[in-house]
């Protein structure tokens, strides 16, 4: 079992950025692979950016070069930082952990507007 608590999300204008943070109850090294995944409202839920045990990344198009995924093993936390946010990030943003089957957290929304 990995129970995920995500945190960070919030209102942000056009531009702006924030970071979101997901804490892991196991250690990271434990976990094949992180992810961050997001869902607005009438759409699926897609993949934003994840992150293997050792370190490779993947990203959405629609996000690279704007949003970074990191990690902190000494804190179990995978973070998010998205920068030059577009309404069209807006959405409710799930932490994701694979080890043998996925894990997800309860979603942290995000709202892009002016």
């Known amino acids: 079992q990995v129970q995920l608590v995500e945190s960070g999300g919030g209102l942000v204008q056009p531009g702006g950025s924030l970071r979101l943070s997901c804490g892991s109850s196991?250690?990271?090294?434990?976990?094949?692979?992180m992810g961050w995944y997001r869902q607005a409202p009438g759409k699926e839920r897609e993949l934003v950016a994840t992150?293997?045990?050792?370190?490779?990344?993947n990203y959405a198009d629609s996000v690279k070069g704007r949003f970074t995924i990191s990690r902190d093993d000494a804190k179990n936390t995978v973070y998010l930082q998205m920068n030059s946010l577009k309404p069209d990030d807006t959405a409710l943003y799930y932490c994701?952990?694979?080890?043998?089957?996925?894990?997800w957290g309860q979603g942290t929304q995000v709202i892009v507007s002016s």
């Open positions: 994701n952990a694979f080890t043998i089957r996925n894990f």
């Open positions: 196991r250690s990271l090294f434990t976990i094949n692979a």
């Open positions: 992150m293997t045990n050792g370190g490779s990344t």
